[in-house]
């Protein structure tokens, strides 16, 4: 049985070589539209994105209940609404 040794001196780097093979391919080499497949920086990117977009929404949304609430302190404060899953419905 042989023995797979890496090293930083030798190879840059301690992950197995095949990554090494993996970062050589440009990125537009990943995307194929037939697939609709992307390569993954621009997947992580996509996600982060859509996170972040969600995040602002949920924000955008608390800091407008805890105004009207602030202007009419008998209105009730819904936070439950903050989780709903359509949050284009109310601005």
Not at 11 to 34: C, H, K, M
Not at 42 to 55: D, R, T
Not at 70 to 88: P, T, V, W, Y
Request: net charge negative.
């Amino acid at each position: 049985m042989s023995v797979l040794t890496r090293n930083l001196a030798g190879d840059g780097t301690l992950a197995p070589s095949a990554l090494n093979v993996l970062e050589q391919i440009p990125d537009r080499a990943w995307f194929y539209a037939a697939h609709r497949l992307r390569p993954p920086s621009v997947i992580y990117a996509l996600s982060l994105e859509k996170i972040a977009e969600a995040f602002c929404q949920v924000g955008e949304k608390y800091l407008l209940e805890t105004e009207n609430h602030g202007r009419d302190h008998n209105a009730s404060l819904e936070m439950a609404q903050l989780f709903a899953r359509d949050h284009s419905s109310t601005a």
